[in-house]
């Protein structure tokens, strides 16, 4: 039976023994958390090799001759380059394959085009009185983070649920100077699991931004990060950009975060060859080259994109068991209550919730004092402000099998006392 449907006794009746559940788990004195999208203790050991994959002095130079353990080689060696414009649908003199963490390149990127300009000939960002930014939401935290520490106006665009909403994102550039860009998660987006439609990226790519250095940040953190042997397919944007003569408009972004180690892994933008070349002049200044070493260890552990595709297959069989989890305890104790939806993702890292209109920060207090530790309530706007307070952010892939069982029991008792206490006000 519906939750709204029944009666006010039937109502009452409900929250009381979910109460009494909930009081029983709050009791156990739990510690579980589910707050960021970490890889767990297996996924990480399924890389341990590439800790030994350098190791001696012969096993140190490049493909090129390159000795990795001395300075230089400014945008990465080669043979990285050419994995990466392999998972990123470029050519490899469109890829900077820089250190660990593409979030970094994403901020540098952001900064290089307040300080500099995006070409060397348009106007630095920081001579607007002020600029504006799309954010697409539910959305990444750490995107929108960037843009308040920058003091980047932030712009909620409407996640639907084959991508963002292209009307208001092409009414908007079109109109406004002064907005500069877009993130964008395109695939199993963060945390909505959504997959941007052919569509999308066809209008994505055809964009006629008032703004001349207008960027689409394309952050494809998770182009290969698949839960199931039919992934979903996303248009090459590079492509289509190309086909419009407009290829300078977007950064692509990736890395091995999640495919090796998240703190220790290898990442990497592409751009046009013009954007690449004036983005390299900038870069001589900040470093005189990336950690090679890593770079080495990780081309040579892989033995390039193929290798990682393969080895991506052991990570599916680790995760897709725990997603299984919250989407089984979803559909089982929420569906026939309709107090919540959700997408079932076919990769990524999260199951996007949501709940009845104003139970979020509830249900997330809720599992918190029940010792379950989510995403905060919001998180997933700009400014952390969910208009209907209603999306939780599920990262199931930390905790162990157990302990993700037990924490979406707490869960659902959680949503389904919050939502009986909403519709008994």
Same mark, same amino acid.
């Given at each position: 039976?519906?939750?709204?449907?029944?009666?006010?006794?039937?109502?009452?009746?409900?929250?009381?023994?979910?109460?009494?559940?909930?009081?029983?788990?709050?009791?156990?004195?739990?510690?579980?958390?589910?707050?960021?999208?970490?890889?767990?203790?297996?996924?990480?050991?399924?890389?341990?090799?590439?800790?030994?994959?350098?190791?001696?002095?012969?096993?140190?130079?490049?493909?090129?001759?390159?000795?990795?353990?001395?300075?230089? !080689?400014?945008?990465?060696?080669?043979?990285?380059?050419?994995?990466?414009?392999?998972?990123?649908?470029?050519?490899?003199?469109?890829?900077? !394959?820089?250190?660990?963490?593409?979030?970094?390149?994403?901020?540098?990127?952001?900064?290089?085009?307040?300080?500099?300009?995006?070409?060397?000939?348009?106007?630095?960002?920081?001579?607007?009185?002020?600029?504006?930014?799309?954010?697409?939401? =539910?959305?990444?935290?750490?995107?929108?983070?960037?843009?308040?520490?920058?003091?980047?106006?932030?712009?909620?665009?409407?996640?639907?649920?084959?991508?963002?909403?292209?009307?208001?994102?092409?009414?908007?550039?079109?109109?406004?100077?002064?907005?500069?860009?877009?993130?964008?998660? =395109?695939?199993?987006?963060?945390?909505?699991?959504?997959?941007?439609?052919?569509?999308?990226?066809?209008?994505?790519?055809?964009?006629?931004?008032?703004?001349?250095?207008?960027?689409?940040?394309?952050?494809?953190?998770?182009?290969?990060?698949?839960?199931?042997?039919?992934?979903?397919?996303?248009?090459?944007?590079?492509?289509?950009?190309?086909?419009?003569?407009?290829?300078?408009?977007?950064?692509?972004?990736?890395?091995?975060?999640?495919?090796?180690?998240?703190?220790?892994?290898?990442?990497?933008?592409?751009?046009?060859?013009?954007?690449?070349?004036?983005?390299?002049?900038?870069?001589? !200044?900040?470093?005189?080259?990336?950690?090679?070493?890593?770079?080495?260890?990780?081309?040579?552990?892989?033995?390039?994109?193929?290798?990682?595709?393969?080895?991506?297959?052991?990570?599916?069989?680790?995760?897709?068991?725990?997603?299984?989890?919250?989407?089984?305890?979803?559909?089982?104790?929420?569906?026939?209550?309709?107090?919540?939806?959700?997408?079932?993702?076919?990769?990524?890292?999260?199951?996007?919730?949501?709940?009845?209109?104003?139970?979020?920060?509830?249900?997330?207090?809720?599992?918190?004092?029940?010792?379950?530790?989510?995403?905060?309530?919001?998180?997933?706007?700009?400014?952390?402000?969910?208009?209907d307070d209603k999306n939780i952010r599920i990262a199931p892939t930390y905790p162990s099998l157990d302990e993700l069982k037990t924490a979406m029991e707490i869960f659902v008792t959680a949503v389904k006392l919050a939502s009986a206490e909403k519709l008994s006000d």
């Open positions: 039976m519906l939750l709204n449907e029944m009666s006010k006794d039937e109502l009452l009746n409900f929250k009381n023994s979910q109460q009494q559940k909930y009081d029983e788990y709050k009791s156990m004195g739990l510690s579980l958390n589910m707050a960021r999208g970490k890889p767990c203790t297996e996924q990480l050991d399924l890389t341990l090799g590439l800790l030994d994959a350098v190791h001696s002095e012969s096993s140190l130079l490049a493909s090129d001759g390159t000795d990795v353990r001395n300075y230089g !080689v400014l945008d990465g060696l080669p043979k990285a380059k050419v994995m990466f414009s392999q998972m990123l649908g470029v050519e490899p003199d469109e890829v900077i !394959v820089g250190g660990n963490s593409s979030l970094n390149m994403m901020y540098d990127s952001v900064v290089r085009n307040i300080l500099f300009g995006t070409d060397g000939e348009s106007k630095p960002w920081k001579e607007y009185d002020r600029i504006k930014w799309l954010c697409p939401s =539910p959305g990444y935290d750490r995107h929108f983070a960037i843009c308040e520490s920058l003091g980047i106006e932030m712009i909620t665009v409407p996640m639907l649920s084959d991508g963002p909403d292209m009307d208001m994102i092409e009414r908007l550039v079109s109109e406004d100077e002064t907005i500069k860009g877009i993130w964008c998660v =395109p695939m199993y987006s963060n945390p909505t699991g959504i997959t941007y439609s052919d569509e999308v990226v066809k209008r994505f790519a055809a964009l006629s931004p008032k703004a001349s250095d207008f960027r689409i940040f394309w952050d494809n953190a998770y182009c290969i990060h698949h839960l199931t042997d039919t992934p979903d397919k996303l248009l090459n944007i590079m492509d289509e950009l190309k086909k419009n003569g407009k290829e300078d408009m977007i950064y692509i972004f990736a890395s091995t975060s999640k495919i090796s180690f998240p703190g220790a892994g290898v990442a990497a933008m592409a751009a046009s060859k013009k954007n690449i070349k004036y983005i390299l002049s900038k870069m001589t !200044v900040q470093t005189i080259g990336p950690d090679k070493i890593n770079q080495l260890r990780h081309y040579k552990f892989f033995g390039g994109y193929d290798g990682l595709v393969e080895h991506m297959k052991k990570h599916t069989a680790v995760i897709a068991p725990r997603f299984k989890v919250v989407i089984d305890a979803l559909e089982k104790e929420i569906a026939p209550l309709g107090i919540g939806t959700w997408h079932n993702p076919n990769g990524g890292y999260f199951v996007s919730f949501n709940s009845l209109n104003g139970c979020a920060k509830r249900i997330v207090s809720l599992c918190k004092e029940a010792g379950v530790i989510l995403t905060s309530a919001g998180a997933t706007y700009p400014y952390g402000n969910d208009p």
